[in-house]
């Protein structure tokens, strides 16, 4: 067994006092969480350029850049973006590293050498089943921590198209940092699974320089992890997928006719964070972006404008869901409907509880943004993503209130249709009690006629059969069904005929002969 590095005991010991680290810990513990390669993008502002320097670092890179003496110097690790001798000695202003995908190693050497805090780290692993024992880092943190706090995690909805039905079970992403999947039919044949991603900002301050962290995670593949129980063995399986639209709406001003493609001669996949940050950071620096002394918002300001794309996303499914539950209910025959309401129950249900942890984690950004930190200055940036945020949480709320309103009325068409179906099975007991009815007497007089041949089918006699058996059979039938309104007015004409002589007759509310002396 591998002795434990020291921020991995460093973690154990602040577990014991603060259980929402457990996720974090159990991370670091298992040794079989390496599921891919972790990738790194390093982003150097230099003195006297407008646009940062991008240079892609395997582990050993990321080990020389910080372990790395006199850092506030480029050294000779930019020889593949072409720079010159005198280019390698500017002085660097600050670096981000963007880390796509994190490892066990990967957490253990920033944490040691950056000193960050365990509850970064473990926000941004995020459990996808919990039990009842476990807690999420942000369930445990109050506002007035958040002001203190020095990085944030922002956690969003990634839609992806299934082009087969997926299978009934849990469902999470193959990678590193395993991401939960919520299957949900969105029309006939078509499923979209709503995948968790997180990007984690952190702003670290040295004499020299300062430094930000942004982790992010891998783009979406066919490849997922299944478990037909919750707690179960999972295996890996293949489901072909493709995100929604195309990934997020670009955020970005059009660019003028014929000028398409000046845009840093580089494109724009939308497929993962990590690319379309080094492609957003090297095409347009932010307005509120200061390169010598950046604020935290200034660092999220990319992730979180790509995430409230995102968001946007998941309000037009919660739109399309509306839209699908009010038609399901507008039905001809909503006896056939039952499998199909309780379906609708069950996922209406799943997105009440879905949309309360959507709002949850809106309202945790826009906290975010609203946080004053002491020396920073509010900036237009902010001021515009808290809008935009606050109409996020405003469209999630009313069509979560849409979406929860509907639960009711499928309530009732269900109880409908179970009280519909016992009336057919009423009608049903009492055709099978008139057919005993009719049947009984007849077979009864033919056990006692069969003792006698003459009396029997063929025989002389045979026709007392009949002259016996309906009579008794009506006689039966009468007696066991009697028409409730025939009895009613067979007793008021006796009573009419009884008081005629001892007063008038008159008719009363019940349409019923009625004697009044």
């Given at each position: 067994?591998?002795s434990?590095?020291?921020y991995?005991?460093?973690?154990d010991?602040?577990?014991e006092?603060k259980?929402?680290?457990?996720?974090?810990c159990q991370?670091?513990s298992n040794?079989?969480?390496?599921?891919g390669?972790?990738?790194?993008?390093?982003?150097d502002?230099l003195?006297g350029?407008?646009k940062?320097v991008?240079a892609?670092?395997d582990?050993?890179?990321?080990?020389?850049?910080?372990?790395?003496?006199?850092?506030?110097?480029?050294?000779?690790c930019?020889n593949?973006?072409g720079?010159?001798?005198?280019?390698k000695?500017?002085?660097?202003?600050?670096?981000?590293?963007?880390?796509?995908?994190?490892?066990?190693?990967t957490?253990?050497l920033?944490g040691?050498?950056?000193?960050i805090d365990?509850m970064?780290?473990?926000s941004?692993?995020h459990?996808?089943?919990?039990?009842?024992?476990?807690?999420e880092?942000e369930e445990?943190?109050l506002?007035s921590?958040?002001?203190?706090q020095s990085?944030t995690?922002?956690?969003?909805?990634?839609?992806?198209?299934f082009d087969?039905?997926p299978?009934t079970?849990e469902?999470?992403r193959?990678?590193n940092?395993?991401?939960?999947?919520v299957?949900?039919?969105i029309s006939?044949?078509r499923?979209?699974?709503?995948?968790r991603?997180?990007a984690?900002?952190l702003?670290r301050?040295?004499?020299?320089?300062?430094?930000?962290?942004?982790?992010v995670d891998r783009?979406?593949?066919?490849?997922?992890?299944?478990?037909a129980?919750r707690?179960?063995p999972s295996?890996?399986?293949s489901l072909?997928?493709?995100?929604?639209l195309g990934?997020?709406?670009?955020?970005?001003?059009s660019?003028?006719?014929?000028q398409?493609?000046?845009q840093?001669g580089r494109?724009?996949?939308?497929l993962g964070?990590?690319?379309?940050l080094?492609?957003?950071w090297?095409?347009?620096?932010?307005?509120?972006?200061?390169p010598a002394?950046p604020s935290?918002?200034?660092?999220a300001?990319?992730p979180l404008?790509?995430?409230a794309?995102?968001?946007?996303?998941?309000?037009?499914i919660?739109?399309?869901?509306?839209?699908?539950?009010?038609y399901s209910t507008s039905?001809?025959d909503?006896?056939?409907?039952?499998e199909?309401l309780?379906s609708?129950?069950?996922a209406?249900?799943?997105w009440?509880?879905?949309?309360?942890?959507?709002?949850?984690?809106?309202?945790?950004i826009?906290?975010?943004?609203?946080?004053?930190?002491?020396?920073?200055?509010?900036?237009?940036?902010?001021?515009?993503?808290?809008?935009?945020?606050?109409?996020?949480?405003?469209?999630?709320q009313?069509?979560?209130?849409h979406l929860?309103?509907?639960?009711?009325?499928?309530?009732?068409?269900?109880?409908i249709?179970d009280s519909?179906r016992?009336f057919?099975?009423?009608?049903?007991?009492s055709?099978?009690?008139i057919?005993?009815?009719?049947f009984?007497?007849?077979?009864y007089?033919?056990s006692?006629f069969?003792?006698?041949?003459?009396?029997?089918p063929?025989?002389?006699y045979?026709?007392v059969?009949f002259?016996?058996?309906?009579?008794?059979t009506?006689?039966?039938v009468?007696?066991?069904?009697l028409?409730?309104?025939?009895?009613?007015?067979?007793t008021?004409?006796v009573r009419?005929?009884?008081g005629?002589?001892q007063?008038?007759?008159?008719?009363?509310h019940k349409?019923l002969m009625?004697?009044?002396?």
């Amino acid at each position: 067994m591998a002795s434990k590095s020291a921020y991995h005991q460093h973690v154990d010991r602040i577990s014991e006092r603060k259980p929402s680290l457990a996720a974090l810990c159990q991370f670091l513990s298992n040794a079989n969480t390496v599921k891919g390669p972790c990738r790194i993008v390093r982003l150097d502002f230099l003195e006297g350029k407008e646009k940062p320097v991008a240079a892609e670092l395997d582990y050993g890179g990321l080990c020389s850049t910080l372990l790395k003496d006199d850092i506030g110097k480029l050294a000779d690790c930019d020889n593949d973006q072409g720079s010159t001798s005198s280019e390698k000695w500017e002085q660097i202003q600050g670096r981000i590293l963007l880390v796509e995908d994190l490892d066990k190693r990967t957490i253990e050497l920033l944490g040691q050498h950056l000193d960050i805090d365990p509850m970064f780290f473990a926000s941004h692993l995020h459990l996808p089943w919990r039990d009842i024992q476990d807690r999420e880092p942000e369930e445990c943190t109050l506002p007035s921590q958040v002001k203190r706090q020095s990085f944030t995690n922002i956690h969003y909805h990634r839609p992806v198209l299934f082009d087969s039905m997926p299978p009934t079970g849990e469902l999470s992403r193959h990678m590193n940092v395993d991401r939960k999947v919520v299957v949900t039919p969105i029309s006939k044949d078509r499923y979209v699974g709503l995948v968790r991603h997180c990007a984690s900002v952190l702003l670290r301050r040295r004499k020299t320089h300062w430094l930000g962290l942004v982790l992010v995670d891998r783009p979406t593949n066919d490849e997922y992890l299944y478990s037909a129980e919750r707690g179960g063995p999972s295996k890996s399986i293949s489901l072909p997928s493709r995100l929604l639209l195309g990934g997020y709406e670009d955020f970005l001003d059009s660019p003028p006719v014929g000028q398409e493609g000046a845009q840093g001669g580089r494109s724009l996949n939308r497929l993962g964070l990590l690319n379309d940050l080094r492609f957003y950071w090297c095409f347009q620096v932010p307005e509120s972006f200061n390169p010598a002394n950046p604020s935290l918002h200034a660092l999220a300001y990319y992730p979180l404008r790509i995430v409230a794309a995102e968001w946007m996303k998941y309000a037009g499914i919660m739109y399309r869901a509306v839209k699908q539950f009010e038609y399901s209910t507008s039905v001809k025959d909503i006896r056939d409907e039952l499998e199909k309401l309780n379906s609708d129950m069950r996922a209406l249900q799943r997105w009440r509880r879905g949309s309360m942890s959507s709002e949850h984690k809106i309202e945790a950004i826009i906290r975010m943004l609203k946080a004053e930190r002491p020396g920073v200055p509010p900036s237009s940036d902010s001021a515009s993503l808290i809008e935009d945020f606050e109409y996020i949480l405003a469209t999630v709320q009313k069509l979560g209130r849409h979406l929860e309103s509907m639960l009711p009325v499928v309530t009732s068409l269900v109880q409908i249709i179970d009280s519909r179906r016992s009336f057919d099975e009423t009608a049903n007991v009492s055709r099978l009690t008139i057919m005993a009815l009719i049947f009984v007497p007849l077979a009864y007089i033919s056990s006692l006629f069969s003792m006698s041949e003459q009396l029997g089918p063929g025989g002389p006699y045979f026709w007392v059969y009949f002259v016996v058996a309906i009579p008794l059979t009506v006689a039966v039938v009468l007696v066991a069904k009697l028409p409730l309104g025939m009895l009613e007015r067979a007793t008021c004409c006796v009573r009419w005929r009884r008081g005629s002589a001892q007063g008038t007759n008159v008719i009363d509310h019940k349409g019923l002969m009625k004697t009044e002396v």
